[in-house]
């Protein structure tokens, strides 16, 4: 049983991403019997659909959670929808700044995520993480990947969905003016206790305490 973690590499001049890495920190560590394979998607329109369309393939998950950077957010901001727009505010790592464009032009307006997203936050925010539901992706990759990660599985009962992190803290240091962090520990806590909920929440396993230790 696998649990599909994405994350991207970094972007915008940034040496870092922490959407990833958190996701390789978590990768081969075992949540409620089933083991989390990470997968990097790079920060490109033309690309990223691809490399996660052959990770879903490779693994048949029973749970996919795509995580991404979002700058200026104080808390782990779990998405509800992920709207058919492309619209980029920078260039992406191609080159690339398409606007005003769908992300598919035969696909709905917008999809929600299929995670128990309330489960979720309470959990975190119990736990004593910073946590909240956001409406708004952006549309940049990683609203582009949030929508083509609910439209690759839909009607297909595997629950998905996508988690903005803060910027870390070495992140926080170099911005002018400085933005809201988070410590790389606390957002890998945070993103395995979400795991933990949103498998329990869908019936995917029973709660029971994480393994931990990576078995790759």
């Given amino acids: 049983m696998n649990i599909l973690l994405t994350g991207f590499e970094p972007f915008g001049g940034e040496p870092i991403n922490p959407s990833w890495e958190v996701a390789?920190?978590?990768?081969?560590?075992?949540?409620?019997?089933?083991?989390?394979?990470?997968?990097?998607?790079?920060?490109?329109?033309?690309?990223?659909?691809e490399v996660l369309a052959l990770a879903l393939a490779e693994l048949q998950p029973v749970l996919v959670v795509a995580l991404g950077?979002?700058?200026?957010?104080?808390?782990?901001?779990?998405?509800?929808?992920?709207?058919?727009?492309?619209?980029?505010?920078?260039?992406?790592?191609?080159?690339?700044?398409?606007?005003?464009?769908?992300?598919?032009?035969?696909?709905?307006?917008?999809?929600?995520?299929?995670?128990?997203?309330?489960?979720?936050?309470?959990a975190l925010r119990a736990a004593g993480h910073p946590a909240g539901l956001s409406l708004s992706a952006g549309a940049f990759v990683c609203n582009q990947?949030?929508?083509?990660?609910?439209?690759?599985?839909?009607g297909q009962g595997v629950p998905s969905g996508f988690i903005h992190l803060p910027t870390l803290p070495e992140q926080a240091a170099r911005a002018q003016p400085s933005v809201p962090s988070m410590g790389l520990a606390a957002q890998i806590d945070a993103v395995r206790l979400a795991l933990a909920v949103a498998l329990a929440g869908e019936g995917v396993f029973p709660a029971m305490p994480d393994e931990g230790a990576p078995t790759s």
């Fill in 24 to 49: 390789r920190a978590l990768h081969g560590q075992v949540i409620g019997r089933a083991t989390v394979q990470a997968r990097c998607l790079p920060t490109a329109f033309g690309e990223a659909p």
């Fill in 69 to 122: 950077q979002a700058s200026g957010r104080a808390e782990v901001s779990i998405e509800r929808v992920a709207v058919n727009l492309i619209d980029a505010r920078i260039a992406d790592n191609a080159g690339q700044r398409p606007q005003d464009q769908p992300v598919r032009a035969d696909a709905p307006a917008a999809y929600f995520s299929t995670l128990p997203i309330k489960a979720m936050r309470d």
């Fill in 145 to 154: 990947v949030f929508f083509e990660l609910q439209h690759q599985l839909a």
